[in-house]
């Protein structure tokens, strides 16, 4: 027998010609299996040791079989058969080159990755797939490189960041990339990080169930898709864990802050406490009826008390959108108007106030929170029982350390 299969081997060319040896066929089909399995063998092992060298990555080979369960078809190579076994093993990606310059799932077209083609050993461009890679385990650096979230923009400045900072949170909670366009309004008042172009593909979006509360749905969110955060996220809750990169991430740009510095330096307050005072288009009968209510003079009078017992000499910075109700209702010696009507400008003044007086809508709650300090807060807000107060929760909407007053 061992004779017949050495003949077989040798004679194999000639023996298959002859379609009348049926036995003769049968072992050569044997033969060219058993030869087939030995350099599917060979080149693999060849090729992983390669790229375990190129990589300098010893634990390669057993993260790489491990892997292999859960690899998708989008990690498959789609060569001919002119390219051997190229058809059917997963693609061995090498380093990726420019990276951080990826547009989606793929890259952009003069900053392709390469991959390592291990059929013949020669390098080919490789444009990622746009499905998410969901066998990388989450909180790699890989993962957040193939992972990406962003935010739809809705409202004025104000509700833009706090749905900016919520990106922040959940993309550091799913470790995903967070970005925004380059023409974002934000990029106007603030140089962001996280302005860059990417052409989003494979995306979902997710909405919101409540605008002033916290959504516990954002913590399950699918790794198999690309997200886009719709709705108005206005909740401490979603950012609380990042908040440092919150302020951070903030940063005004350098004439805004130049100006305010300028402003504030001339008032010469050792503190200084920054008021919003939100009334215009939340005065008119239809949005009082909705709940969107507006602090009124007794409440400001609270505020300034409290403060005045607390600190030396305060001074009170006052930014608004009513300087003739402010000038007649809060005309104190202490009391600075500072209103410019620019609201980039505004906002920077409130940011380097020592401390802060919010009444009513999210612009003047940023301004208390990239404070730091001590807040208090119009408590009255949504006006309780309203249609508003439906869609907020006080909880997640105000800070826990704020000071709520009536």
Partial sequence: ?????????????????????????????????YTFGVSVFLVVISNVISYTALTKKPGFFREYIRN?????????????TRNGLGWMLPAIISKTQNFPNVHNKGVLKEDATYRYNIVNGTKSTYQRTSKPETFLRNGTEAFRKTHFMTVQGNGRLGNQMFQFAALLGVSALHNYAPFVAPHHKLTQIFDLAQARVITMVNARGHGEERAGAFDTRIKNLSHSKNWTLQGYYQSWKYFDHVAKDVRNSFRFKADLYQKAFTKLKALNASVTVGVHIRRGDMNSKRELSRGYNVADESFIKKALS???????????????????????????????????GNAGADLAIMAQCNHSIVTSGTYGWWGAFLAGGETVYFLDYPKPGSWLDKQYKREDYYPPKWIGMS
Avoid at 68 to 80: A, E, K, L, P, Q
Wanted: charge should be positive; glycine fraction near 4%.
């Fill in 306 to 340: 409290y403060f005045r017992l607390k600190f030396k000499n305060p001074v009170f910075v006052l930014i608004g959108d009513d300087a003739t109700w402010m000038r007649s209702k809060v005309n104190y010696d202490d009391v600075k108007i500072a209103t410019s």
């Fill in 1 to 33: 027998m061992a004779g017949e299969q050495m003949i077989h081997r040798c004679d194999m060319k000639r023996r298959l010609r002859s379609p009348g040896n049926r036995r003769c066929h049968v072992s050569c089909q044997t033969c060219v299996l």
């Fill in 68 to 80: 292999m369960s859960f690899m998708d078809s989008s990690y498959m190579t789609n060569r001919s």
